[in-house]
């Protein structure tokens, strides 16, 4: 029994030793101050085990952290002494640093506008070329097509008056009526003087008589007017 309680006493002493390192531990890294104590001490004293008494000690040792809006004044000044750290030398030399790579940032903008620009004007002269191609092209294949109306009609003319001259006078008269008095001034035109006197000759009723006098009115009027040209052109 002897053996026992001195046994019962040294553990007593040991934990009351480690309870005392624990507190001077606390207090030493901070962890523990003169108010901490008191709200500790006044836990314990409680009677019967207090609820939830693991949560509250570790509440007490270790409060939680303030919120960002009471930490964010704290901060500040402390970013404060960070830029008062720098000198005058230094915050001038990171300001040229920034104006140099903001105006080599500007520069490539600048660089990369200009070739946008000059790549813009090459597909515009492409496009003006290609446009004046068509545009060439255009005219010479309307300048086919009128070549070939042109002279399909004059082979049509010619086959028409190849006709005229085989046919009887008073036949080509009676075809005559059924034109406009400008194609029949054409025909007698490209006739010879007897072969359209011979023809004129066969318009004899008042209204064949007013047909054919219109149409060699339009005979004379080109005629003059050819006239005109040629003076005009001193030939």
Do not use: W
Request: one cysteine or more; hydrophobic letters at 40%; a neutral charge.
């Amino acid at each position: 029994m002897k053996k026992i309680g001195t046994l019962f006493t040294l553990l007593c002493v040991m934990n009351f030793l480690a309870i005392v390192g624990l507190v001077a531990y606390l207090f030493g890294t901070g962890r523990l101050d003169k108010q901490k104590f008191g709200a500790i001490v006044t836990l314990v004293r409680h009677q019967g085990e207090p609820e939830k008494f693991n949560e509250k000690l570790y509440d007490i040792l270790e409060p939680a952290p303030a919120t960002a809006s009471a930490t964010a004044p704290a901060s500040q000044p402390a970013m404060a002494d960070l830029s008062l750290g720098i000198s005058s030398q230094d915050r001038l030399a990171i300001a040229s640093e920034t104006m140099q790579r903001e105006r080599t940032r500007l520069d490539s903008l600048a660089q990369e506008l200009r070739h946008r620009q000059e790549l813009l004007a090459k597909l515009q002269e492409d496009v003006d070329a290609r446009l004046k191609k068509i545009d060439t092209q255009k005219k010479a294949f309307e300048a086919q097509v009128a070549a070939a109306q042109k002279k399909s009609v004059d082979d049509d003319f010619q086959k028409t008056l190849d006709l005229y001259n085989e046919l009887k006078a008073k036949q080509v008269k009676d075809l005559f009526l059924g034109l406009k008095p400008e194609l029949a001034a054409s025909y007698l035109q490209s006739m010879d003087a007897s072969r359209a006197g011979e023809i004129i000759g066969e318009f004899k009723s008042p209204a064949e008589t007013a047909f054919i006098q219109d149409v060699l009115e339009r005979i004379r009027t080109a005629g003059t007017s050819a006239a005109s040209g040629d003076l005009a052109a001193g030939k």
